[in-house]
């Protein structure tokens, strides 16, 4: 075989093997690796859950004098042949706003639920005394898609959920997925914000996002490695008959020599 030939078929099979190979390093998948040992990091972020429009509550008011009270409450059905009535719902309209009994139409959207808890207090100070206010978000939820091992949409109880109990749900993120550039999608109130956060860093427990509000939307990109896997998988075809005719030439060159 001649040295044009030797070098051709070196280079050509170099070229394949780089096509057909990925690496990857621990920088690629550790989080919070700039994190020293007993490092104490002091939250200075403190969140607040914010209502928001098509937000849909549970309000119950009560008070020593259940009559007194139920008037604030409502239920649909009646409690006839061993049927249990079921509360019914608020739903924050387009305008912020609940249709509360006897006080009216209130805007909540933008408060948390303690600030609805005062407003309501003062609104029924007239017709109630000490009410207890409880107040519950009943369709939070928070959609984890991407390089995640089950990707869906999950509800939440309790009124947070921070960004690693999101991906916990989801099964943490695969060894494609790519930890530090995780985008945050969410809605105020029809204006979509898209916020990344990195997780191989201890900053991201100051991001924005580090806490999920309902209906946020977590999107883990592949690495460079699922890209390049995904390439390859698309052109397999293409590479297996290169491979073939390269071998195919080295045969007849080292036959011919």
């Known amino acids: 075989m001649s040295k044009k030939s030797n070098v051709l078929v070196l280079f050509s099979l170099i070229f394949i093997l780089g096509l057909?190979?990925?690496?990857g390093s621990k920088r690629d998948v550790v989080y919070f690796q700039d994190a020293s040992n007993f490092e104490t990091i002091v939250d200075e972020y403190s969140f607040v859950p914010k209502f928001k429009i098509d937000d849909e509550l549970s309000i119950f008011v009560s008070t020593l004098n259940p009559e007194a009270s139920?008037?604030?409450?409502?239920?649909?059905?009646a409690q006839e042949g061993g049927i249990t009535p079921q509360q019914v719902d608020y739903l924050i309209d387009k305008d912020g706003e609940i249709d509360f009994p006897v006080i009216g139409k209130i805007k909540i959207v933008g408060l948390s639920p303690d600030e609805v808890r005062s407003m309501l207090?003062?609104?029924?100070?007239?017709?109630?005394v000490d009410p207890i206010i409880n107040i519950r978000l009943k369709n939070f939820t928070v959609t984890v898609l991407g390089e995640v091992s089950r990707p869906g949409t999950y509800p939440v109880n309790g009124e947070q959920i921070t960004v690693l109990e999101a991906l916990?749900?989801?099964?943490?993120?695969?060894?494609?997925?790519?930890?530090?550039?995780?985008?945050?999608?969410?809605?105020?109130?029809?204006?979509?914000?898209?916020?990344?956060?990195?997780?191989?860093?201890?900053?991201?427990?100051?991001?924005?996002?580090?806490?999920?509000?309902?209906?946020?939307?977590?999107?883990?990109?592949?690495?460079?490695?699922?890209?390049?896997?995904?390439?390859?998988?698309?052109?397999?075809?293409?590479?297996?008959?290169?491979?073939?005719?390269?071998?195919?030439s080295t045969v007849v060159l080292i036959t011919r020599n």
């Open 168 to 248: 916990g749900l989801a099964g943490d993120l695969t060894i494609k997925g790519q930890r530090n550039n995780v985008l945050v999608i969410r809605d105020f109130d029809g204006t979509l914000v898209y916020t990344r956060i990195d997780l191989t860093s201890k900053k991201s427990f100051k991001s924005p996002v580090y806490y999920l509000t309902q209906n946020d939307v977590v999107y883990v990109e592949p690495n460079q490695s699922a890209v390049t896997e995904s390439t390859l998988d698309n052109r397999a075809g293409i590479l297996v008959s290169i491979a073939s005719v390269l071998i195919t």
């Open 70 to 77: 139920a008037p604030f409450n409502l239920f649909r059905g």
């Open 20 to 23: 057909m190979s990925s690496c």
């Open 121 to 128: 207090r003062e609104r029924l100070k007239d017709y109630l």
